[in-house]
Nanobody, 126 residues
Framework: QVQLVESGGGLVQAGGSLRLSCAASGRAFGSYAMGWFRHAPGKERVFVAGISLSAINTVYADSVKGRFTISRDNAKNTVYLQMNSLKPEDTALYYC???????????????????WGQGTQVTVSS
């Protein structure tokens, strides 16, 4: 089992940057594929970015491609989401999630993830 704690959210002006962190407790962090999701008011929770075991593969939602970067540091049991050129439509509660995949895939489906953090709020003002 793994416990996830997100941090790094906040209020930023459009065009600014934030770096989210997700610290994992428990063993074998390196055996989990990780994902970032976001949930805006009145909308469903959606996939933002995912990273496979050993960071071999990454996948991004079209809405964040070229602006967001997901990375992981297995030595620190942490996954990151660097967010640049932020837009007001990026405003949401951001969650990280973990799942044990069968191979080096990136897991996109929300319901496939087994473990979730409590979320960190990102607010982008115009």
């Amino acid at each position: 089992q793994v416990q996830l704690v997100e941090s790094g959210g906040g209020l930023v002006q459009a065009g600014g940057s934030l770096r989210l962190s997700c610290a994992a407790s428990g063993r074998a962090f390196g055996s989990y594929a990780m994902g970032w999701f976001r949930h805006a008011p009145g909308k469903e929770r959606v996939f933002v970015a995912g990273i496979s075991l050993s960071a071999i593969n990454t996948v991004y939602a079209d809405s964040v491609k070229g602006r967001f970067t997901i990375s992981r540091d297995n030595a620190k049991n942490t996954v990151y989401l660097q967010m640049n050129s932020l837009k007001p439509e990026d405003t949401a509660l951001y969650y990280c999630a973990a799942v044990r995949p069968p191979n080096f895939i990136v897991v996109i489906r929300t319901t496939a993830y087994d473990y979730w953090g409590q979320g960190t709020q990102v607010t982008v003002s115009s």
